[in-house]
């Protein structure tokens, strides 16, 4: 199985990935759930088609402006249209639908064919104090979808699922212009028929879009090898309701800021990212994965920081927890199978093969002399096989009682270990206040020769009011994140969940500087108002 063979995912409103085919909980795991003290399975999750979403606050005068630009059939204010683009896919996002709850749905969907659309649209939209959301794949999680609307006389959604050309390939400088709107599977399908990979594979790789990893800085799986998605971008288009920016006119350049990192993150606030050029790599002839394990979580990144900053880089290095392994995620069909202990990290290699076998021999050395025991392709293997399954498990966990979300951090190699100790004390003290057992998984998934990322799974019983927990677990996991001076996110952005922190991460000038650079491409502050742009009384 490789990336190119799995196909684009159209999310259900509340559901991972296609409802005909509903992930079930291995054998192993409904066992375990007594340990996690759950009690008996919630009600189930009401229907989409009987979930109540508010009156469309656009009449269809309202929308004629943008109808005019697009056609009548490529603007709805349809019902399972809007609640297909209410929210992202938070745990509390799924919760508060399966609960019936679609306050915050779009007023309408506009679905612009190209660049000019998308800029008429905006410029339609400001002069009518219609707020817009950018929308492709839908897959955040961290409320980027969910804009303020006070002062706005409604919403709408502007899916790019029109804009998914692939516009050009650049075979000697190895570049490819790429539309927004793309989801991943499908960019590999057409890179890889030209012989070519972008080698971009999130955990939302299903669904998720080349726009939304551009407008997200989003980190793939085999970031070690390929590098994270802004790493790859070398140029770009914006739409703005001013007009068009065009940035990129070579791979570096010291004429001036690189404004391509402007744009990059800014979560659809400052414009629409409409198309990237992007550096491709022909696609591995040798793909090697394999196992190894340490003794604990600090043997084993002691031995991916000697990796990062000494040998040759592997493709993917990740490193999961004592805990983490022995549910060993690594292999959803063998869940609480992860054998003798210790902690399991997976390396894997791809490229030539006599390039492979380099970086593989240097590494090796490196992972002995740390103390890593080899444990063959078997592990690796089952990870690069069954890494996309992981996230439809949270579905039936859901199902079944059991509060399961995620989140991430990146900080320097120094600190690492107290990052980890913090957050994992700061998960479990709040959702552990009535006694109940806190189960907190860790893994290492991007590493740098400075340091690396930080990714938690988290689960516990639910309570009566699941999204109520999960925001006080959620904000005693950024006080900590943010009082031993880590990021925020390293790949998951800002939106609103992350707002705040962000704030007094970056500090008041900084957020000034953000706000200043708003106002001037979106002076009525029409683009997802109220994600990832501090307030002004922020701090």
Known sequence: MTESDLPVVEFHPYRWGDPAHPAQLPPAAREALAALGVPAPPPPPVEPARVSLPEPALSREDLEPITAILGPDNVTDDHDARLAHTRGWSTTDLLRIRAGDATDAPDAIALPADHDEVVAVLAACAAADIAVVPYSGGTSVVGGLSPARAGFRGVIALDLRRLDGLESIDRISRTAELQSGMRGPRAEKLLGGNGYTLGHFPQSYEGASIGGYAAARSAGQSSAGYGRFDDMVVGLRLATPRGTIELGTAPRSAAGPDLRQLVLGSEGTLGVITSVTVRIRPIPETRVFEGWRFDDFAAGAAALRQLAQDAPAPTVVRLSDEVETQINLSDPDKMLGGGPGGCLAVIGYEGTGDDVERRRAAATQVLLAAGGRPEGTGPGEAWRTGRY????????????????????????????????????????????????????????????????????????????????????????????????????????GVGRDHRDTYAAEIGPLAAETLRAVKNTLDPKGILNPGVLIPDEDAR
């Open 389 to 492: 399954r992981a996230p439809y498990l949270r579905d039936p966990l859901l199902d079944a009682g059991v509060l399961i979300e995620t989140l991430e951090t990146a900080t320097f190699w120094s600190r690492l270990l107290d990052v980890r100790s913090a957050v994992t004390s700061a998960l479990t003290e709040s959702l552990g206040t009535d006694g109940r057992p806190v189960l907190v998984l860790c893994h290492i998934s991007h590493v740098y020769e400075t340091g690396a990322s930080l990714y938690f799974t988290v689960a516990c019983a639910q309570t009566d009011d699941p999204v109520g927990q999960w925001r006080g677990a959620k904000r005693a996991a950024n006080a900590a994140i943010r009082g031993h001076g880590a990021s925020i996110s390293h790949h998951h």
